[in-house]
């Protein structure tokens, strides 16, 4: 499977983006999808996760309330909706696969195995 992250761009404190991730293969439907960050000079972070229905989604304690995590598994895409934007949600924003159909395991990091090449996310003050 691959990955294709699009959307972002710089942005001011307070503003918005929307990220979307495009993925390959006939199986997206079945996989749980997250978005995960990098700022530089630190771990890579868990953002978002979705279940394979869109019907779960899980935040950061950091973004809860301000982000959303959709998909359209026709479209074989999730989303990333980023509201009340900060600096300090400057990072290059990850797109993955979880490891396993149906699994109920969205986190930590080590559960998704497939990866996005990450598109950049910059908040200016």
């Known amino acids: 499977v691959q990955l294709q992250a699009y959307g972002g761009g710089l942005v001011q404190a307070g503003g918005s983006l929307s990220l979307s991730c495009a993925a390959s293969?006939?199986?997206?439907?079945?996989?749980?999808m997250g978005w995960f960050r990098q700022a530089p000079g630190k771990e890579r972070e868990f953002v978002a996760a979705i279940s394979w229905s869109g019907g779960e989604t899980y935040y950061a304690d950091s973004v809860k309330g301000r982000f959303t995590i959709s998909r359209d598994n026709a479209k074989n895409t999730v989303y990333l909706q980023m509201n009340s934007l900060t600096p300090e949600d400057t990072a290059v924003y990850y797109c993955?696969?979880?490891?396993?159909?149906?699994?109920?395991?969205?986190?930590?990091?080590?559960?998704?195995?497939?990866w996005g090449q990450g598109t950049q996310v910059t908040v200016s003050s």
């Open positions: 293969g006939r199986t997206f439907s079945s996989y749980f």
């Open positions: 993955a696969r979880n490891r396993g159909p149906y699994s109920s395991s969205w986190y930590p990091i080590s559960e998704y195995d497939h």
